[in-house]
């Protein structure tokens, strides 16, 4: 293994921010070692992944035993909310709003955070090895959310095609280019928004920013059109709230279209055909259909060599590949954890399960009965939210979790937009700070 | 063969070896701290949530916090649609023990913005009315009482235009609904202010 001299400032300073322990000849350690960086000397929990899952588990693992050392892996230099970005694209948030630094978690708890990509998992060996060099743990979780199943479209998967139909469902530059274009568009212009077949992140995102966009049009581009292509036979989420907002607000702008997926596209004219017929928009979010994230196959975590999710079993979320690897977040598979949606409040939820599960086992006690929790707001426009919440348990006889109690907002309204905005910021202090 | 002594002597034992309610209590608190973090995805780490109008719940009092939670179970207080429909996940003993859990939890002041002009005004109402008399000096609230000092303030604000309009039932709250939502404002930012 090579390391600059960038790199390896970054380690060492990451190391002093954190316990401290990593004196002058651990450093040299860096360099000398095979490839072994901040080696291990007590109990370690390596965490992939620094967004929804991931900082929550480290933050709730070093809150129940601050012993423990909490190496998160993640290859962005902050978190960007995925939440909340949709109002970035509807024009009335800014992308400072919704990117937070790993700083507190740094300073607060102790959690070391190093900047790096997962190349490979040996869970015999437990080591994981990255591109900045092999870290030892005891346990490791796993949160690596999703990847765009590109190759599902035709004509879309190549970098070319990418930039010009942008799915945005990863929080960032893409978000950024979406929203770009709209406010570069000229008035009486076309937009298309394909959403992905189920199951996908964050299940009403796709018609929260179908609102959105309909909403910024409105105000800002008279005369224009958006066409949602829904892969789905029917909105997949708060469809009544959604359908009556887009009926109240929206009639005379967006023209939704059920059961048409995206067949192709042609990156040189950006024409888009789909199951019902083609167009060619001023400004495309074509968002493919999804699957873990590519890390967790490139880590070995499949279960069954055609699995597109990770299973867990939710008790703990220990996968059902390999012992001692938790899995957490939209890359869990459905049918193993049971009927939750992909959201980041659920992420949340399933990390703190398996922080305290992990940080128990470490200890030498048994797990304790999960819970689990979500609740998740969209706006429909800047003031207006809506909302759906549920409790889940654990159900020994599927072995999976099981909703007990569950509901959606009765209307829009103004007071669920306040909650949706202190939602987010509570949620993202729960997170990271 | 076992006489009559004996059994006399163990029951005597087996009431001392009897658990008794503070031990359960104990218990009912880490019962709760399992179940609760989850709460914590909207009211914040500890129920000390950032936001203005979702309300802080770390430090609040464990018998008001158990009294609205199975308020809301019940669907006595409707018009919080969000916590209606989570409290239904729980049961009344598990309810409580969310409440002792986050009763243990250190009170943190809200950081909101008050209009120091209308919390002047709001102070001025709360002493006309006697709000502090059962609130607490620094509305630091007792038993059935709720914390509303240094609680958010459009949460407060909200909160007593139901108590307002008689979507919560409580005769302690009559006394609102003699005042205008302007004052109820002035009052929030008063409360919220206690810090």
Redesign the interface.
Known sequence: MSISRRDFIKYTSVAALGTGVLGCHHEMNVSKSAGIMMPKSGKRIVVLGGGWGGATAA??IKQEDPSIDVVIVEREDNFISCHVSNWVIGGFKTMKDITISYDALIKNYGIKVVHAEAKELDAEKKQLKTDKGILEYDLILVSPGISYRYETIAGLNSAEAIKRFPAAMKAGPETVMIAERLAAMKSGGSVLVAVPPTPYRCPPGPYERVSLIANYLKKNKPGSKLFVFDSNDDVVSKGKLFKAAWKDYYSDIIEYVPDNYIKSVDVGTGKVVSEKGEITPDVANIIPAMKANQTAFDLGLMSKEKDLWVRAEPYTFESYKYKDVYVVGDATHNGAVGGVPKSG?VA??MA?VAA?AMARKLNGQEP??P???N?CYSLVNEDEGI?V?????YDEASKRIKK????V??TMNA??G??A???A???W??ML? | MINGKLLFFMAIVAAVLYVPATSFAEASVSEGK??G?????????AGN??????GKIGGQNPTYMTKALTEFADGKRAKS??MS??S???TQEQLKSIAMYYSTQKWVNSTNNINMAKAEAGKAIAMDNGCMDCHGANGEGMDEYPRIGGQNK?YLY?VMKRYKSGDIKSDEMELITELNDAQLDKLANYLSGIR
């Open positions: 933050k709730y409040y949340n939820s703190k305290s304790l009965v819970t689990y929790v609740t909302f919440s549920a409790v889940y348990k007990i109690s569950g509901g907002s009765p007071l669920f306040r909650h905005q202190d939602w910021t509570s949620i202090s729960d700070l | 399992r179940l973090k989850t709460c914590a995805g909207c009211h914040g780490t949530t950032p936001g203005e109008y979702i649609v969000e429909i989570v239904k996940g729980y459009g909200e």
